[in-house]
């Protein structure tokens, strides 16, 4: 490999930044209007801000010219995990600079969603070892407690006084308490469900032609929520459907915001009202979801 390039994979992996690589052929007919789009003001601010960029030229080499020009597209974790090849742009006709921004979003959300699945299902065992291993170790705790308690009042003999009113009437307060508090807690839940039955009876069709936004919500455990969306829709409908989909699964998540890394963007109630296009999202996005 390349010194430079090496150096470039490096700092992509310091950074947590995308690598671009641009494979050039100056026999190819449309390699100067490539180097025009790549070269396009939105296009370099772009590529300064997300991605770390590496190129070189093949026209010496015994590369096919039809191959060429071509921007793969990898990522590498950190210093210590492999690069993992995300996809290849290849020159396309009539291809615009945002068009090649666009498909170069597109496989990058791809790729790192998959990435984080991997690594989402890999912590998720993680924690559930985790769990299992703490729940064994209370209830073998549990068990010598209850040993030593029954152990202890075997040795221990039993005295019983005189009738005491204070000793019957002073815990009837305990139960009272526990009963207001279900009580609390019952309608709280009532509450809730009412209002989750008004955002379903308000949430429109999921368009099925024309031009749409293919968003997918991955959840702590795992799980997913996808949907196709107009550009013209809200932001809180987006989150109106997690948070129904979070209630109709009994997820114990109260508050959240949705997140992506590329482009950076968080969805919350500070932009539920804007609108995707507004957003500039298009194409398909993946979000995780953060609890708040």
Known sequence: MDASLTDATTVAALEKK??????????????DHYNKLLAAPHVVETFQENYVCWGC??????????????????????????????GTVYYQ?????????????????????HITQADMERQFQEDSRRIVEEQQR????????????????SETPQFFGPFDETAETVPEAAPKNASTESFEEK????????RMEVIRAGIPAEPRGGEMLRIRVVYPDGTKLQRNFLPSD??????????LDMFDHQMDIDAFELYV??????????????????LQLKGSCVFRIRAL
């Open 234 to 243: 809200k932001v809180a409908l987006l989150l109106n459907l997690v948070e």
């Open 93 to 113: 006709d009539k291809m615009t600079a945002q068009s090649l921004l666009d498909q170069i979003a597109g496989i990058v959300s791809i790729g790192i969603a």
């Open 187 to 194: 309608r709280a839940k009532a509450e809730k469900a009412e």
């Open 261 to 278: 890394a590329i482009p950076k963007l968080c969805l919350n109630d500070g932009n539920r009202d804007s609108t995707f296009e507004e």
């Open 18 to 31: 995308p690598l671009l690589v641009y494979l050039a052929c100056s026999l190819h007919e449309n390699y």
């Open 57 to 86: 030229d093949l026209t010496e080499l015994n590369v096919p010219v039809e191959e060429l020009p071509a921007l793969l597209i990898m990522y590498k974790k950190s210093e210590s995990d492999p690069l993992t090849y995300f």
């Open 138 to 153: 209370e209830y073998e705790e549990a068990v010598e407690a209850d040993r030593r308690m029954l152990a202890q009042a």
